[in-house]
Nanobody, 123 residues
């Protein structure tokens, strides 16, 4: 089955930066809208950002606008999340997956969820 592998998380102080990567395999990655999600302890998984198949269009939740940037490299079957000015409330496990459209949180049943990558922001 098609798989996703997230990486790049870590422990960082508030105000710091991290760049997450999500490598896809097993499916034609370039035709899907891809998104990042996060799940904080005791909370449900939430949508963070999405990017169109071409990379020309993006969508973000208000909480990360101006701080996070989603991008993709279809030649490498990889989607990225550059996170700047990190805040303690950004602490969560971050996941990626394919979604139905740029403004949809409906996850397509094409990829298995990866293990995620832990981001911890200390105050």
């Amino acid at each position: 089955q098609a798989q996703l592998v997230e990486s790049g998380g870590g422990l960082v102080q508030a105000g710091g930066s991290l760049r997450l990567s999500c490598a896809a395999s097993g499916r034609r990655f370039s035709i899907y809208v891809m998104a990042w999600f996060r799940q904080a302890p005791g909370k449900e998984r939430e949508f963070v950002a999405s990017i169109s198949w071409s990379g020309a269009h993006t969508n973000y939740i208000d909480a990360v606008k101006g701080r996070f940037t989603i991008s993709r490299d279809n030649a490498k079957d990889t989607v990225y999340l550059q996170m700047n000015s990190l805040k303690p409330e950004d602490t969560a496990v971050y996941y990626c997956n394919a979604v139905r459209s740029l403004d949809s949180i409906d996850v397509l049943d094409f990829y298995s969820w990866g293990q995620g990558t832990q981001v911890t922001v200390s105050s």
